[in-house]
């Protein structure tokens, strides 16, 4: 089955609808020839912590991009035929990639940050049963190097909407994206990116470089 992603602009404006892997050679083909991706695709990043305070990472699968390298834990396309792309198009597809990546089901989102931190401080949210995120952050043009088996890097534009947020229980890794995890400080993980950058995916030190102070 096709999957059509939606592109937008650096203002986050919608531009046009395409099929998956034809919108994709389009942007990385003038990303290359120009040195920058011309359109963005909506996109989700979930940063999770344990509730210690240690950030948890996946390891890509063989992947055609950044293949076998230290990630995020959960990012995916927005797919949605709402080419306004409302906030509930982010959250509902936050919540299918939490489940088909790493087989997290119960996911609360949080309104805002004041009710994040009420969540968080109730008896009634188990972390080890539970996800608790909340939205940290739109970027309508955030760029990232897409490292590739076959080819040369590549800059790509992502119009992606941030959550971060708290599990403690298991990760199952369902649909095959990843393949290990683990759980570390964020000052080590900070320190390891930058001594060992070919170890990560561009996007985990754009993470930790924008997102540091949110990841505790």
Do not use: C
């Not at 011309?38 to 991009?65: F, Y």
């Not at 995916?201 to 949110?214: E, L, N, S, T, W």
């Amino acid at each position: 089955m096709r999957e059509y992603l939606h592109a937008t602009n650096s203002q986050g404006r919608f531009v046009k609808t395409e099929e998956r892997s034809k919108l994709f050679k389009e942007i990385r083909n003038h990303s290359r020839k120009h040195g920058d991706a011309n359109l963005a695709v909506p996109v989700i990043h979930v940063l999770l912590t344990t509730s210690g305070g240690k950030v948890r990472l996946v390891q890509r699968g063989d992947k055609p991009e950044n293949p076998y390298m230290w990630d995020k834990a959960v990012g995916g396309h927005v797919v949605t035929e709402k080419k306004s792309l409302p906030r509930s198009a982010f959250d509902e597809n936050a919540r299918k990639e939490m489940a088909e990546e790493i087989g997290v089901k119960n996911v609360m989102i949080a309104d805002d940050d004041m009710h994040y931190h009420k969540m968080l401080r109730s008896a009634k949210f188990k972390p080890k049963k539970q996800a608790l995120i909340r939205m940290i952050a739109h970027d309508y043009w955030q760029g990232t190097i897409a490292k590739v088996k076959d080819g040369e890097p590549w800059l790509k534009r992502s119009n992606v909407v941030v959550y971060a947020g708290v599990f403690d229980g298991p990760f199952k890794f369902v649909d095959g994206e990843a393949i290990n995890q683990r759980a570390i400080s964020r000052h080590k993980l900070l320190a390891d990116i930058q001594e060992n950058p070919w170890r990560y995916a561009d996007g985990a030190r754009v993470f930790m470089q924008r997102y540091y102070f949110f990841l505790k």
